[in-house]
C-alpha cells in the first residue's frame, strides 16, 4: 500500500474509534475511551483530535477517560462558513461541546491555540474544571509571532495559495521539522493523514478563516493572565523542550501566568503527543488521577 492508502486507512480507523455529535448547531466528531473522570484533549492547528489518538489509550489505563473533539473547521467537524471562527468563537463553541458531551467537569488539556480557546472556556467555568495542562501554547499574545511556516496562512489571497501548492510530502517534511524530535517514532503517512483531515471537503478554507482569526491582543492577554491568577484548580506545564514554533521562551510567559515552577520537559518539538504520547499521557495522569 501506498502512504496514500495508509493514510486513508488511519483516518478510517480514526472514525470507526469515535462518533458524530451535535454541539451549537453543528456536527463535530469526538473520541473517547476509558472510565473514570473526564480528560478533555484540546488540539491546535493544522491538526484535530487525530492528534491525540495515541495519547487516550494510556490515560484509559491510568483510570481516566480521555475525550478528544474536533474544534469546527478542522478534522471531521462540519466546516461552515459562516461559523465564527476567531477564538473567542471557539471557545463558546468548547463549551457547546462540552455540555453536549455531558461533562458536568473534566479535567483540561490544552495544546497550540487550543490553549487561549480552552483556558478561555475555564475562566467563565472555573468551578467545572478540575485541573489544567498546558502543552506547548501561548499565553504571550500581544507580542506573539506566528511561527514562517504558519504565517503565509494568514495573509488574504497568500494563503490560499500556499495551501494549494502545499503538497503532502512537503506538508510531512514541515511537520517533522516543526513538529517531531524522533522520527522513528511517526510514519509519514500519519502525517498524510493530518493533510488529508485538513483539506477534507472544503480544500483548507475554514482552516484560513481560523489562521486569520487570532486574537493576539493585549485586552485577550489580560484576561487570560488575570482570569487565571483566580484559578481554584491546581495547573501543570508539559514542553517540548526543542520546540521550534513555540520555545522556551513561550514556556517562560506560562510559567509566569500559571504560577508553575516545576515545569515538566520531554525530548520533544511541537508536536509532543506524536513521539512522546505515554510521557504526555502520564504527566497528564500524574496531576489528574489523584483528583478524582
Request: proline share 6%.
Amino acid at each position: 500500500m501506498s502512504n496514500r492508502d495508509d493514510a486513508r486507512e488511519a483516518i478510517e480507523v480514526h472514525r470507526a474509534a469515535g462518533r458524530r455529535f451535535d454541539a451549537g448547531g453543528t456536527r463535530s466528531f469526538v473520541r473517547e475511551h476509558g472510565r473514570g473522570a473526564p480528560v478533555v484533549l484540546l488540539h491546535g492547528v493544522p491538526v484535530s483530535s487525530f492528534l491525540y489518538r495515541k495519547v487516550i489509550p494510556p490515560l484509559a489505563e491510568q483510570g481516566l477517560r480521555g475525550v478528544a473533539f474536533d474544534f469546527p473547521g478542522l478534522g471531521l467537524a462540519d466546516r461552515p462558513a459562516d461559523f465564527d471562527y476567531s477564538w473567542s468563537g471557539l471557545a463558546r463553541w468548547t463549551g457547546e461541546a462540552i455540555d453536549a458531551l455531558e461533562l458536568d467537569r473534566c479535567h483540561l488539556v490544552v495544546h497550540d491555540i487550543g490553549g487561549p480557546i480552552g483556558i478561555e472556556w475555564a475562566i467563565r467555568n472555573p468551578q467545572r474544571v478540575l485541573s489544567l495542562t498546558v502543552l506547548d501554547t501561548m499565553l504571550g499574545l500581544a507580542d506573539f509571532r506566528r511561527p514562517w511556516t504558519m504565517r503565509p496562512f494568514a495573509v488574504r489571497g497568500l494563503g490560499e495559495i500556499w495551501l494549494r501548492s502545499m503538497s503532502r510530502f512537503a506538508f510531512s517534511e514541515l511537520f517533522y521539522i516543526q513538529g517531531v524530535a524522533d522520527r522513528r517514532a511517526v510514519r509519514r503517512h500519519e502525517i498524510y493523514a493530518h493533510y488529508e483531515l485538513l483539506k477534507r471537503t472544503d480544500q483548507g478554507r475554514a482552516f484560513l478563516m481560523i489562521m486569520r482569526g487570532f486574537e493576539l491582543t493585549e485586552a485577550k492577554e489580560r484576561f487570560l493572565a488575570e482570569g487565571l491568577a483566580e484559578r481554584p484548580y491546581p495547573a501543570r506545564i508539559v514542553w517540548g523542550e526543542r520546540d521550534p514554533a513555540l520555545g522556551l521562551d513561550h514556556m517562560r510567559v506560562a510559567q509566569r501566568v500559571l504560577r508553575v515552577e516545576d515545569p515538566i520537559l520531554l525530548p520533544a518539538k511541537h508536536f509532543l503527543q506524536e513521539d512522546q504520547p505515554t510521557a504526555v499521557a502520564h504527566s497528564i495522569a500524574d496531576l489528574a488521577a489523584p483528583l478524582g
